[in-house]
């Protein structure tokens, strides 16, 4: 059974190690660092350091075997906390592929509706990510039709809004 509680520093080692490629960072980071690979002191770094930390959420999930995913919930916007929004979601490489993902994404929700009260939450997902985006959808997220283009090399991603709203979960 998977659970939330909130990140460590310590985490970082074990999260920083399941980025394989510099493809799956960008799937997982986008462009929020501006070098690969990175270490678990440049996640801490960032986390420590960005604007507006007080309003970013960092939690870990694990189970019965140890960490197992990585999730941060944010206030996107100054004084609306009634949408929140996910990112830097992963799982261990080892253990993708068996629910765990979209099972953090169903207890990530859960936070986000019973504790923080918000009545939104949105997400940004790359097309190219099919995983990660059949996820989300089968999570209950609906795309918003909104999109962005991302460079990564020679390639053109386009990055997709997505959103549930509280009650659709």
């Not at 997982?28 to 507006?52: K, M, V």
Request: with cysteine; aromatic share 14%.
């Amino acid at each position: 059974m998977l659970r939330l509680r909130p990140y460590r520093k310590s985490d970082a080692e074990a999260i920083t190690g399941w980025i394989k490629d510099e493809r799956s960072f960008r799937f997982w980071c986008a462009d929020r660092f501006d070098h690969y690979p990175i270490t678990a002191a440049d996640l801490n770094d960032q986390y420590d350091n960005s604007e507006g930390a007080a309003d970013v959420f960092h939690f870990t999930a694990y189970d019965e075997d140890g960490i197992a995913g990585h999730i941060n919930i944010r206030f996107p916007e100054s004084g609306n906390i009634d949408t929140v929004r996910f990112g830097y979601v992963i799982i261990d490489d080892r253990k993708r592929g068996r629910g765990l993902g979209r099972e953090m994404i169903s207890l990530a929700l859960r936070y986000s509706f019973d504790i923080m009260k918000a009545e939104k939450v949105t997400i940004g997902v790359f097309a190219e990510n099919k995983p990660a985006l059949g996820c989300y959808l089968s999570a209950g997220f609906r795309d918003t039709g909104v999109s962005e283009k991302f460079f990564f090399y020679d390639e053109e991603w386009c990055c997709k809004e997505l959103e549930i709203t509280k009650g659709k979960e």
